[in-house]
């Protein structure tokens, strides 16, 4: 059972546009979403990070909206630039223990 | 700082060989987990360990796979007896206590042959 969706799997935008992907999760216990990105041979590194007692968080492009009814999160990247081509996933983790539920991943590639 | 590191990065095992993937993580961290990432899927927990000691290792299949995190030296993660069906990257990732962001290595890419 995947309990963190990720959509859409893979994404292109043009030099200057804004990315946008999305997350739903079931677990209601779950406390704390980080997305993190990563490179082709790399391992992932985290990006921005947020807890449901806040709406939005923003961190230079980089913007978090987080929807705590509707159990959804996204990602906003904007004036995405072709360095930010990468594959994007999000994670979540419950309160009662520490492993991270990732969604399936975003490819998403900014053409110049 | 050196962050988290893992050996080999690439590691080619024929069917019924053993794996073993090292980590060592970062300095001053004490929590270690296994993740593996399976081809065009995202990362699938395996196991958590603190020194000495497996937390939760409700992630790890029931045959074939164990690991450890000794007092002394690095994580390894062991596979016995590989399938190709175990050929996956396999990440480290450390923290230095609960509730604390995860650092992850750069992956050693299991393939079985």
């Known amino acids: 059972q995947q309990q963190v969706k990720q959509s859409p799997q893979s994404l292109i935008v043009q030099k200057g546009g804004i990315s946008i992907i999305n997350c739903a999760y079931e677990?209601?216990?779950?406390?704390?979403f980080p997305w993190y990105q990563q490179f082709p041979g790399k391992g992932p590194a985290l990006l921005i990070a947020?807890?449901?007692?806040?709406s939005e968080k923003k961190e230079g492009r980089f913007t978090i909206s987080f929807n705590k009814s509707a159990k959804q999160f996204s990602l906003h990247i904007m004036d995405s630039q072709p360095g930010d081509s990468a594959t994007y996933f999000c994670?979540?983790?419950?309160?009662?223990?520490?492993?991270?539920?990732f969604g399936g991943g975003t490819r998403l590639m900014v053409k110049p | 700082n050196a962050g988290v590191m893992q050996n080999p990065r690439h590691l080619v095992r024929r069917r019924g060989q053993e794996a073993r993937l090292r980590c060592s993580p970062m300095?001053?961290?004490?929590?270690v987990y296994w993740y593996r990432q399976l081809p065009e899927e995202g990362l699938k927990f395996m196991v958590y360990?603190?020194?000495?000691?497996?937390?939760?290792e409700s992630g790890m299949p029931k045959e074939r796979f164990s690991a450890e995190f000794p007092k002394e030296g690095p994580s390894i993660l062991r596979i016995q007896q590989v399938v190709r069906g175990d050929s996956a990257a396999y990440f480290c990732?450390?923290?230095?206590?609960?509730?604390?962001?995860?650092?992850f290595g750069p992956g050693t890419r299991l393939t079985v042959l």
């Open positions: 300095k001053g961290h004490s929590h």
């Open positions: 994670a979540a983790i419950d309160n009662a223990g520490n492993m991270l539920t």
């Open positions: 360990l603190q020194k000495e000691n497996i937390i939760d």
């Open positions: 947020i807890r449901p007692d806040v």
């Open positions: 990732a450390s923290s230095p206590t609960l509730d604390n962001e995860q650092f």
């Open positions: 677990n209601t216990a779950f406390d704390y």
